[in-house]
């Protein structure tokens, strides 16, 4: 499997970018579906993610303003941003995950979202 990311690009602070994840399988629908960033010198966090079942959790700093959502016939993971910030200035990556009945974990390559003050 692999996972193709998308969408980054440079954006001023106040507006939006949607993120896509698209997968080389049909497995959107049957695995956990996270979006991580990595900011220079920092660790990499969970940003958002989306389990089978659609339950979703965001990460404080998010909250509010993004929204993971996904396309199950597309095989592909969204993530809409809005009301950027410079903070959120970052590698984005995305994931897909499930440890039943095995474990499988699967990351992209990242896309760079560069917000302007």
């Known amino acids: 499997v692999q996972l193709q990311a998308s969408g980054g690009g440079l954006v001023q602070a106040g507006g939006s970018l949607r993120l896509s994840c698209e997968a080389s399988g049909n497995i959107v629908s049957s695995h956990t579906m996270g979006w991580y960033r990595q900011a220079p010198g920092k660790q990499r966090e969970l940003v958002a993610s989306?389990?089978?079942?659609?339950?979703?959790n965001y990460a404080d700093s998010v909250l509010g303003r993004f929204t993971i959502s996904r396309d199950n016939a597309k095989n592909t993971v969204y993530l809409q941003m809005n009301s950027l910030k410079p903070e959120d200035t970052a590698v984005y990556y995305c994931?897909?995950?499930?440890?039943?009945?095995?474990?499988?974990?699967?990351w992209g390559q990242g896309t760079l979202v560069t917000v302007s003050s």
């Open positions: 989306m389990t089978r079942d659609g339950s979703t």
């Open positions: 994931r897909a995950s499930r440890t039943s009945p095995m474990w499988q974990n699967w």
